[in-house]
C-alpha cells in the first residue's frame, strides 16, 4: 500500500494527517477497521452528537422520554466524546509513525467508533408510533417475502435472537450485496455490523439494558416485542433501495 492509499483509508477522520506508515508495518486488517468504524465522521476529523428527528416524548410509551434523553444525551455522547479522545490519539501515532500505538487504538475505535455508527442509525430507525406502516408493497416487502415469506415471520425471528443476546449488543437487519438478500445477524457489544459482517445495516435493535431499563427493567422480551410499534419503516427501505 502507498502512502497515498493510506491516507485515503484514514481520510474521513483523519484529513489533515500527515501520514508516514508503510503498509510492511502496518496490516492492511488495521487499516481497513479505521476507514470503516470511522466512516461517519465530518470533515475536521471530529464526530459529533446528531439532533434526534423528533422530540424525547414522541415514542412514548413505547420508549419513553426518560429513556430517550438518557440514552441520546449519556449513552451516546459518550461515545462521542470518547472517539473524539481516540482519533486525537490516532492523529498523533500515525503523524509520528507509531504502528504499536496506532494497533492499540483500534479496540477503543471499534468501541465508540461503533457506538457511535449504531446510534446515528438507531434514532433514524424509529418513529412515533402509527406513523409508519410496514409497506404494502415495493422493494423492502418483496425482499423480506422472499428472505422470510413474510414481516411477521421476520419479526418473530429478529426478535427471538436479539432476546437471545448473552450480555450487551445489537440485532441487525442487514442487506448482503454478494446475495442480494436480506439477512439477520447479532453483534456483540458497539460492534458495527457493516464493519465485522459485510452486511449493509437497514435496521437495527439496540438491546443493551440502558436502552430499555428504566421502563422494562431487565424484562428484555417486552422491550423487543414492543418496539416494532415505532419502527420507520420508510427509512429502512430507503437504506434497502441505496445498498442495491
Known sequence: MTTAATKSIIAPALRAASVHV???????????????HLSSVPPGGKATLPDLPYDYAALSPVISAETMELHHTKHHNAYVT??????E???????????????GLQGALKF?????LNHALFWENLCAKGSVAFPTSGPLKDCIAARFGDVDNMKKEMSALCVGVQGSGWGWLGYDAKTGRIEIRTCPNQDPLEATTGLVPLLGIDVWEH???????????????AIWDVINWTKVEERLVAAK
Not at 508503510?22 to 476507514?35: G, W
Not at 490519539?89 to 494497533?103: M, P, Q, R, T
Not at 465508540?112 to 457511535?116: E, I, L, T
Request: hydrophobic share 40%.
Open 211 to 225: 436502552a430499555y431499563y428504566v421502563d422494562y427493567r431487565n424484562v428484555r422480551p417486552n422491550y423487543v416485542n
Open 112 to 116: 465508540n467508533g461503533g457506538g457511535h
Open 82 to 87: 470518547n472517539l473524539n479522545i481516540a482519533l
Open 89 to 103: 490519539k490516532l492523529d498523533s501515532a500515525v503523524s509520528a509513525g507509531d504502528v504499536s500505538s496506532i494497533i
Open 22 to 36: 508503510r503498509s510492511s508495518v502496518l496490516p492492511a486488517s488495521i487499516s481497513k477497521s479505521c476507514a470503516a
